[in-house]
């Protein structure tokens, strides 16, 4: 069945739930049209596994821009 089809047999149903009124063809044409695609994009969103928040995060830097590691972040006692 193509999309097409589809969207004539929802628009269809939608036509009989509301009493078969006269002039809204349209309306519900693109009112099942929407809730088609509503249903496949929530379909993808379902297969896709979420991205990992880690790999969107760049990595702490290790070196300093000179070329040095960073220093300790430790607290150095006083020497007396």
Request: glycine share 4%.
């Amino acid at each position: 069945m193509t999309i097409e089809e589809q969207i004539r047999e929802v628009a269809y149903s939608i036509w009989e739930q509301e009493g078969r009124p006269y002039g809204k063809d349209v309306e519900h044409y693109f009112r099942a049209k929407k809730m088609l695609e509503e249903r496949e994009s929530s379909h993808v969103i379902e297969l896709a596994p979420p991205i990992p928040k880690i790999a969107l995060e760049p990595p702490p830097p290790t070196v300093t821009k000179l070329g040095g590691p960073l220093p300790s972040k430790r607290k150095r006692r006083k020497k007396r």
